[in-house]
């Protein structure tokens, strides 16, 4: 389904396919839509959308046909290898790069300087005028953004509150801490309350303290409905704050979902159960590869699914207490996406 | 111009004027120019008096003058004559006597007079040579006879030259002060901002915020704001500098070691406009020269050589001035004021003698417009290839890479 007509005000293009749920509608009612679609399935347009994206740099290939959307509102873990062409998307995303091939959309059409009021974007190439003080810098940026110079000194010092930093206002940054120089950038990125919030490694070099405090303030500006795409190479922040995810490697995408959806995806069905009776050794429908006297994780034979082993158990007589499919942790997804080698 | 680019070029403005180094550089460095050119006058002026002193001193000179050339009415204490040149030069050289004047038996032009002296310092080794060429005048003058003729040639007769241009009287030579001076402001503007805008250009891309800023305003608006910013600095500059330069003339012009008459200044606003713009205007163009060696380079410390190859190009014509004064309107002139890196201070000099014809301020003034947009162009293409080519040069690899 390719559906392209604005809904909500966007003019948005989304595309459904295997690793994209999202849809819009061309020209059927928003209330009949919610009558026959799935309740899963989101009418709202994507406030990111790359389809097709495809970058070269002379003969390199950075990436490499990447198509994904990000939907309004979610927390969106953008996940890869150093060098995989994370910040180069991004990159293109906002302008900074010219695409080879592909369209990247943000709000509904390619990004352009004027949408900078909705726009906060923390690189990880990051860095602030050393020899200017604190408030004017954050005010500087308010004012980039479309804040008046009053209002985004008002907010700059609000935000200088929030984060410890109020007696530091008139300071020039370059006097700062390296993680009191990232507060205030988290501070520059974030001033004018934007609907989409793009963080590169955000709590980089942070201590667990300021870290802590940050994951906080990235969960506020989710609840006030912020569109997050955040990309880290710390997996508890992922599965802590991300309602989907996506890995690439080498330009490519690997991976997109919900964290459920990954897990699921790339368990290899093992099982875990806890249990009171006697668990039989051997079975036709699974065999044990770990167990204690109350604890087992079992594999189903060739041929077999969880739900066969659950009735070869109760059939043995055993009362499971707790029964659920072993999953891969994302650190281990992420690892063995990064190690595998690529087939020819 | 919105408030974006309003906010970019006022904050280019302002992080540079209220620098320390701005004020250091503008007020200071003029003043050190004008205290080292009064040091230079006075220790000049220090040394002929001491080398009067010194002449003051002499208790004993002999001349030897076999051609009976000197008239005996000057040859008065410590002045004598000697009738043994050996005897006397073995004085000098035993330290008895001051100084042996040989005059030549025969005089013609190609004579030649020497003189012995016992060594004092050697700056002042020729301290009797005004009183050696005195000698020989006043003797020759004597042999006229005709006091008055002889006052009349003594007399620094005033000399007044009236050249007609148009069939009007052209301007007078100190109609070119306030013009001229245009040179030296263009030249200390040059001097001492080039690091300022090098650093202002590679300030964002240093500091890491480049990437931040350009999801906020355009590379060109960015360039241009910068250079609209840098542009308010440089007239700030030229103002203040200039008015320094009057203050201290006007406060100390009695005891300069040259006269000036205010009186005779000439302030013709066409050519001081015209020199404001040439200045200003070359001003710009090598503040978006050094935008693209800006963004071509990690940080300004790396510039140093092409700033040096472009500075030495903006001044050169400083190698060649002569040659532009004899013939502002000659070849060299003409071609090096279309040259886009001589044509500031070319242009800004022979604006100054009046050597531009209306048809060329015009062209001029075009050239040096589209000279500012090449240069502008071609530096918003280094900014958008190398500003995020953090800690490394911008290579022709990537210059010329297909996009």
Redesign the interface.
């Known amino acids: 389904m390719d559906l392209s007509t604005p809904v909500d005000g966007f003019a948005a293009t989304s595309r459904s396919g295997p690793s994209s749920e999202s849809c819009s509608a061309p020209s059927v009612s928003r209330s009949l839509l919610l009558a026959i679609l799935p309740v899963s399935v989101s009418l709202d347009p994507p406030t990111v959308l790359v389809e097709d994206f495809t970058l070269r740099l002379g003969d390199k290939t950075i990436v490499d046909d990447l198509s994904f959307d990000v939907r309004r509102g979610e927390v969106f873990a953008f996940l890869g290898s150093n060098g995989s062409g994370k910040t180069s998307t991004i990159r293109t995303l906002l302008g900074i790069y010219k695409p080879t091939s592909g369209r990247l959309l943000v709000g509904g059409r390619p990004y352009d300087p004027s949408w900078t009021a909705n726009l906060g974007y923390l690189p990880e190439e990051r860095g602030l005028y050393g020899r200017s003080r604190v408030l004017e810098t954050m005010t500087y940026f308010g004012e980039l953004k479309g804040l008046a110079a009053s209002e985004a000194k008002r907010r700059a010092r609000a935000f200088l509150e929030r984060v410890g930093l109020a007696d530091k206002a008139m300071v020039l940054l370059r006097k700062l801490s390296g993680g009191e120089q990232q507060k205030v950038q988290l501070g520059v990125t974030t001033i004018n309350e934007p609907q989409l919030l793009i963080l590169d490694e955000p709590t980089k070099g942070l201590d667990p303290v300021n870290r802590e405090l940050l994951l906080e303030l990235v969960l506020e500006h989710k609840a006030r409905g912020a569109t997050i795409v955040y990309i880290t190479h710390q997996m508890d922040e992922v599965e802590r704050l991300a309602d989907r995810v996506m890995i690439i490697k080498s330009g490519r995408r690997q991976l997109l979902g919900s964290l459920a959806e990954i897990r699921r995806e790339r368990g290899d069905g093992m099982l875990e159960i806890e249990f009171e009776g006697a668990l039989p050794p051997r079975h036709d429908a699974y065999d044990v590869l770990k167990s204690t006297p109350t604890t087992a994780t079992l594999k189903p034979a060739v041929g077999r699914t969880d739900q066969d082993v659950c009735l070869a158990l109760l059939g043995a007589g055993l009362r499971l207490r707790r029964y659920r499919t072993a999953e891969p942790s994302l650190t281990e997804i992420f690892i063995e996406i990064h190690t595998r080698k690529e087939s020819a | 111009m919105n ?2 680019l309003i ?2 070029t006022r ?1 280019e403005y302002v ?1 540079i004027v209220t ?1 320390k180094s701005f004020w250091l550089g503008t007020l200071l460095i003029p003043l050190l120019i004008v205290v080292l050119g009064g040091i230079s006058a006075l220790s000049a002026k220090s040394a002929k008096q001491s080398e009067k002193a010194e002449m003051g001193k002499a208790k004993h000179i002999e001349v030897d003058d076999p051609g009976h050339m000197i008239s005996d009415r000057f040859l008065v204490p410590p002045v004598q004559r000697t009738s043994d040149r050996e005897a006397a030069l073995a004085e000098v050289k035993a330290g008895r006597i001051d100084a042996l004047i040989v005059y030549p038996a025969v005089l013609n032009p190609e004579s030649h007079i020497a003189i012995h002296a016992k060594e004092t310092w050697i700056t002042q080794r020729d301290r009797f040579e005004p009183m050696a060429k005195s000698l020989l005048k006043d003797s020759i003058l004597d042999r006229v006879g005709d006091p008055n003729l002889i006052a009349v040639y003594n007399a620094k007769l005033p000399i007044e030259t009236i050249s007609y241009k148009d069939g009007l009287p052209a301007k007078d030579i100190s109609a070119l002060i306030v013009p001229g001076s245009f040179i030296a402001l263009f030249y200390m503007l040059l001097i001492m901002s080039s690091n300022t805008l090098l650093t202002s250009m590679t ?1 964002e891309k240093e ?3 480049i ?8 590379t060109r ?1 960015l360039l241009f704001c910068k250079l609209l910013g840098l542009a308010a600095v440089g007239i700030t500059q030229l103002v203040l500098t200039l008015g320094l330069a009057l203050g201290v003339g006007a406060a100390l012009h009695t005891k300069l070691p040259f006269n000036i008459d205010f009186a005779k200044i000439v302030l013709d606003p066409v050519t001081i406009g015209l020199g404001f713009f040439y200045t200003i205007s070359g001003y710009m163009l090598y503040a978006a020269i050094m935008a693209g060696v800006g963004a071509s380079v990690p940080t300004a410390r790396e510039a140093g050589g092409l700033v040096a190859f472009f500075l030495i190009c903006a001044l050169s014509p400083f190698y060649f001035i002569m040659a532009l004064v004899a013939e502002p309107t000659g070849t060299t002139a003409i071609v090096t004021s279309y040259f886009p890196l001589t044509a500031p201070l070319v242009l800004v000099l022979r604006n100054a003698l009046g050597a531009l014809s209306p048809l060329e301020i015009v062209t001029s003034m075009v050239a040096m417009c589209a000279y500012i947009g090449l240069a502008f162009m071609g530096s918003v293409k280094l900014f958008e290839l190398g500003a ?1 080519e ?1 800690g490394q040069r911008l290579s022709f ?1 990537r210059l010329f ?3």
Do not use: G, H, W
Not at chain 2, 211 to 218: A, C, G, M
């Open positions: 408030a974006r906010a970019v904050r992080s620098r300030e500091n890491r915020v990437e931040v800023l350009l999801t906020s305003i355009r608006e995020l953090y690899k890479a297909k996009p």
